[in-house]
């Protein structure tokens, strides 16, 4: 059977995925899927899409392939084209938007351990590296003021744990949730006011939500 190897919603509340057998090069196809389960096919190419994230203002789907140097690419919904944002022969994956849309944070080997970097959302210039640690790192959310990013960071310590970064000069790191548990997959409400993750520290991964 066939499956969705990555979703995102718009703020109608319409759904975006890659569906398809989910093999890392499998050719899948971007459709949009309504509440009623309706799927409307995106004129993109097959490709081995993964991770599809919307851009703020809804008009660019940011997607990671695996077929082509594993790198970001930028599909624009409104003018149908696929312009490739990275271009490094590292891993680049995992894209998430900043609030503006104009830039890309990512998760990268080019400079050793998967670290996050961002670039420009067109592909313009260099990708920047925000974090220098040897933990592996993913993105999960950027707060709705564009201030602070929230990640998963990997430590052979505490395991996975939810971080946040400071996404002005200083690149402050701190922690928000850290335990020997597993806590991942950081969002944040769109008020800005709560965060949910996911933990299984009562023996299960389970949802949170704590201010």
Known sequence: GSTC???VTSNDGTLAYAHGAGFASE???LVWVDRQGRET???APPRAYTYPRLSPDGTRAAVWTSDQDFDLWVWDLGRTTLTRVTFDPGLDSRPVWTSDGRRLIFTSQRAGPRNLFWQAADG???AERLIDSPNQQRATAVSPD???LIFTETNPKTADDVMQ??????HRVTPLVQSPFQE???????DGRWLAYEADDSGRAEIYVRP
């Open 5 to 7: 190897t990555g979703a």
């Open 27 to 29: 050719q899948l196809a």
């Open 41 to 43: 096919p995106i004129p």
């Open 124 to 126: 313009t210039g260099a």
């Open 146 to 148: 564009g201030r602070r």
């Open 165 to 170: 970064v400071e996404l002005d000069g200083t």
């Open 184 to 190: 991942r997959n950081g969002a944040i409400s769109p």
